[in-house]
């Protein structure tokens, strides 16, 4: 096979013109990727973003389930901030129990990075602060004498690492929780 006879010069523009051609084709097929990553990305972020506010309603359900029990408990600890000898009556120890298990479970969701943790965080970090501080541990040592010291132990981890990181935890407001 011969190569066609082109008239002189002709296929140096030919030349210069499929290189161009060829240039411009990659440009494109950069441009094109560039532009797919991005979707992808923004895609990424609202499947982060779903799954967030999913993990914030579970969190939410589960709590919520105790919130009786934990206004309960604040009474308590109101209460026997003005008479430190004051016992828990049952009510109470039950109110402790069902709040226990709520954040034991929360704990394991969280050591395990299956639950947002910044929810868990900003929204019922200081109230487990509180809460623990101010009778659970008493009560959770209590009960251990009978269950044994493996129980309840996720929820005494949960506060081992909130309170690890109590600075960050919505460091521009009071808490509500303070004494005082």
Known sequence: ???????????????????????????ASVVVTNIAARIQRIGLDYQALTANAGADQFLVGIM?????ERHLLDAFIK??????DLKPS????????????????????????S???????????????????????????????????GHFRRAENLYVLIRDKED????DRPSP???G
Request: with cysteine.
């Open 1 to 27: 096979m011969t190569s066609p006879n082109f008239p002189p010069g002709l296929t140096d523009w030919m030349m210069v013109i499929s290189t161009t051609v060829a240039a411009v084709a990659a440009i």
């Open 64 to 68: 919520e389930d105790a919130r009786t």
């Open 79 to 84: 209460d026997r901030r003005s008479s430190p």
């Open 90 to 113: 049952d009510a109470v120890l039950e109110a402790a129990d069902k709040v226990c298990r709520r954040y034991d479970l929360i704990g394991y969701l969280y050591e395990r990075h």
């Open 115 to 149: 639950i947002y943790r910044t929810g868990v965080e900003q929204m019922y970090g200081r109230r487990w602060m509180h809460l623990y501080k101010d009778f659970l541990k008493e009560y959770i040592d209590n009960i251990r004498k009978d269950r044994g010291e």
């Open 168 to 171: 960050e935890i919505v460091a």
């Open 177 to 179: 929780y303070a004494r």
